[in-house]
């Protein structure tokens, strides 16, 4: 196996799985981790079967996973719930990978503007008292946190996933380029934007932007264009 096909990463399926169905066969990854957006309307296992015990699976949320409750149940009570990569490091393949999944949310935090809410509790202690025992919605469970981003700065990686791009994206975000300085990642991969490119941000570190259905190596190349 050539060593940059050891972890693949895959850009937003929005329900299309064949083109990173075929990329494992055809390469033959360790493991591949997903980058949100996946849309489904069965459990993630079932739309990955074909797939599932040739290689490993992590993945991240993007926006579109907390659209329904349909969508958010088929991801976060799928046979592949404990795969999720979000605000921890995980070591795969030889490498320890960070994952931020989610969007940033302007009632809640929407950078470079200071956060509305420091937390999940700051907001729920905030809300009218007949209404704080009411589960949090899909939207906020969906929203990047600041205190859970500023704890994931104190860990140690080497590659960050995110759905939200970092500074290099013309709709990208500096803080996420912070944090992966602060983590010492040396290569970032994101979706969401729906565009194959690379770029850099401070520390040199190098960015991969993974197309919807695309399919990218370590080294940033893409493997699928997918249709």
């Known amino acids: 196996m050539n060593p940059q096909n050891k972890v693949l990463f895959a850009g937003d399926p929005h329900g299309n799985f064949k083109p990173l169905i075929a990329a494992v066969h055809k390469y033959k990854p360790e493991a591949v981790v997903l980058l949100g957006d996946y849309d489904l309307d069965i459990p993630l296992e079932v739309c990955l079967q074909e797939i599932v015990g040739l ?58 503007q200071q956060p509305k809410w420091r937390g999940k509790q700051h907001y729920l202690h905030n809300q009218p008292v007949n209404s704080r025992h009411m589960a949090m919605s899909l939207k906020y469970k969906g929203a990047i946190w600041h205190d859970e981003f500023e704890a994931l700065k104190t860990l140690r990686a080497d590659i960050l996933v995110t759905h939200e791009a970092p500074g290099s ?55 699928m264009n997918g249709s």
């Open 55 to 112: 290689t490993q699976i992590w993945w991240i949320a993007g926006n579109h996973d907390f659209e329904t409750p349909s969508k958010h149940k088929h991801l976060f009570d799928s046979a592949l719930a404990d795969k999720g990569l979000h605000l921890k490091v995980t070591e795969i393949a030889g490498l320890r990978i960070a994952g931020l999944g989610g969007i940033f949310l302007g009632r809640v935090w929407y950078p470079p």
């Open 169 to 223: 994206h013309r709709h990208g975000f500096d803080v996420i380029s912070e944090l992966a300085a602060a983590m010492g990642v040396k290569n970032i991969f994101h979706g969401h934007l729906h565009e194959n490119y690379a770029g850099m941000v401070k520390n040199n570190i190098k960015v991969v932007g993974v197309a919807d259905r695309a399919v990218a190596d370590l080294m940033g190349n893409t493997l």
